[in-house]
């Protein structure tokens, strides 16, 4: 318990130890985990949406779809970063790159079956009122989709926060990572108040994306849905091909 | 403490460069000569040890998860709570969860501590799977059990959980894929499995052939033993795939 509350003070300092130079303090260190997850999260979001809800809206490449979902869960993130480290080096580019390969899969995954699983009267009824394929995707299938397409995300983003601290291992220097891997620096109870910081961290964020998805939800989809416990969804497919 | 015990050069067992090879002097991506060397002494026993820590977490998370799931399906009440509390250790991210189980008495920088946070990884995947798959059995069948004179554990035995069952090896497998990655960030913990390898590797130097060979090994293992659990769910229910095709 001593540890701990230890690990409580440590954050009430912001991350400085008496005695200790100047560190960086921990508001910094979570606005650099946070920032870099979401330059990876938004590269991500950009090239996996498209292709996803591409994919869904002409009903081909489920085989690829899905399987990327499949083959996604089997990357340790320390493998994929460790196998980064040794070909391009170290750097935010890195990073990155290792960020982006495993937030990509379950954004595409979710968001090809989110559109695919559409009612498909539904869309006739669209089409029979003459809206265009646009006007389809953009008026009924996305906000058809909100729930299974943030469940992605919401993964994905899981996956990027803890990547982040994780890649300080491999020694990129810059997330709360950094205090874990530097126990002689920090103690214990460095580490212990980094790792809290890192577990509310995505709890927060896991709150914030499903607070975000609940405003996205067209309203007549939560009555039919019930509850979301506002958690961390896991990737939706569960049978692989 | 722990970053020395994870990763200090101290360890010789590790694979340490040998200045007489050039092509490790050179650091090159791969050297075949380094891998053959420590096949014996680094790679497979990291390896072996990855295999042993997560067959023991999904075996008990698998215990844990089936007992909760089989409670919740006749106590429905007992669900939410489950799903927020397994939700809430699924979320927190594995560095993060090793550390915070280190100072807890009896756990320490063990074999223990990295099986505790590995198991607690597998509960949210395995208990909504099996519930799920257990809430899917349609009405009528079990009524038909019933109507056969089976009692409630009789159907659930001979009924219910096979019926489930492709929902429970889906879950099961989720969460081997799960912890074989997971268990890679426990070395920092217990200084075992393919991470250790990986870690050392990055203290050294940045030593590459190390970190793509532990590294491809990690990612062999989880699409292995994706590949093995897919032939076991094909054979363990062969009416799903009459039923597909």
Known sequence: MHDFVEAITFIGRNGQIPGEPHLPTLVHLTLETLRIAGIGIAIALVIA??????????????FVAINLGNIWRALPSLAVLAIGVAFLGLGLG??????????????ITNAYVAIDTVDRDVVDAARGMGMTGWEIVREVELPLGVPLIFAGIRTAALFVVSTTTIAALTGYSGSLGDIINNETSYHLAGVLGAAICIALLALIVEFALAALQRALTPRGLKLAEGEDLGLAIAPVVTEGA | MIAIAARGPVIPNFGGRTSSFSCERANRLFCSDWVSRNWGTVLWPALRQHIILTLIAVSVGFMISTALALVAYRRNWLERPVLIVTSILYTIPSLALFELLEPVPGLGLSRATAEVALVSYTLLIMFRNTLTGLREVPA???DAAAGMGMGPTQSLLRVELPLALPAIIAGV?????????????????DNEGLGAPILNAISNDVFKTE????????????LGADGLLVILQRALTPWTRASAA
């Open chain 1, 49 to 62: 949406v498209p292709v996803g809800i591409s994919l869904g809206h002409v009903h081909r490449g489920s």
């Open chain 2, 140 to 142: 009528d069948v079990r």
């Open chain 2, 173 to 189: 497998r989720i969460a081997t894929v799960t912890v074989i990655s997971l268990a890679t960030v426990a070395s920092l913990i």
């Open chain 1, 94 to 107: 890195n990073v990155e790159l290792a960020l982006v390969v495993l937030a990509v899969p379950p954004i």
């Open chain 2, 211 to 222: 970190l793509i060979v532990a590294g491809a090994m990690a990612v062999g293992l989880a």
